[in-house]
């Protein structure tokens, strides 16, 4: 879906380091959700937004920060990466205004912590 | 939180065949339960869903059936065909969606 898109799409970093993982979506939709998946584990959720000034904790906090700096834009933080970060992360977004539960996925970045 | 259960984690099934993905939750306030499959590389999409007010629903060669009563929800496949080879994710919730570990579903023709 062209209306969700992540950036970058893969990312290299090293123990230590700060790096922010990008999504935007121009489907006008208020929610907003940051999920990790793992092999054999499915999606867990790690942040999400219901709006410009809403940000709730998912099952999976620990580690991550996250800024919804506009409707269409939600950033995931890593403060510092471990490699146990290492993992595909999806946004996906939904439109519950209009009484969609669905949930639209960005094309995922496939994050490697060294 | 929700709990979801997903079995089996793996199926192989001759295409033409049906195939069946069960799915158990444990909050009793879920009331939304959809099916997302996920090919390989691809980000997951949607595929049915059902509300906590019906008890199946049928799209073409994909069903999904709800017992509130006994928490569990299933997904139908029938006459299958190779590109319905995917992984499949079921999922639970009201306002945020706690997902199953997926069922890895292969048609072989």
């Known amino acids: 879906d062209a209306d969700v898109t992540q950036t970058p799409r893969n990312r290299i970093t090293k123990t230590g380091k700060r790096i922010m993982l990008e999504c935007s979506q121009t489907k006008g939709h208020d929610r907003m959700y940051w999920y990790r998946q793992d092999p054999g584990l499915g999606l867990r959720l790690i942040y999400y937004?219901?709006?410009?000034?809403?940000?709730n904790k998912g099952e999976i906090s620990d580690g991550y920060s996250v800024s919804r700096q506009a409707q269409a834009k939600f950033s995931l933080s890593l403060e510092s990466a471990i490699p146990n970060q290492t993992a595909l992360y999806f946004c996906?977004?939904?439109?519950?205004?209009?009484?969609?539960?669905?949930?639209?996925f960005g094309p995922g970045t496939r994050l490697l912590v060294l | 939180g929700e709990n979801v259960e997903q079995h089996p984690s793996t199926l192989s099934v001759q295409e033409g065949d049906s195939a069946v993905i069960k799915c158990t939750y444990s909050d009793s306030a879920s009331n939304y339960f959809p099916w997302y499959k996920q090919e390989l590389g691809k980000r997951p999409q949607l595929i049915i869903d059902?509300?906590?007010?019906?008890g199946e629903k049928k799209d073409q060669r994909i069903a999904v059936t709800l017992n509130k009563t006994a928490k569990h929800f299933s997904l139908h496949i029938t006459e299958t065909q190779p590109e319905d080879s995917a992984v499949y994710f079921c999922a639970a919730g009201y306002s945020t969606l706690t997902f199953g570990k997926g069922t890895m579903l292969l048609v072989s023709p």
């Open positions: 996906a977004t939904s439109d519950l205004l209009a009484g969609d539960e669905t949930q639209y």
């Open positions: 059902i509300r906590s007010n019906v």
């Open positions: 937004s219901f709006d410009v000034k809403d940000i």
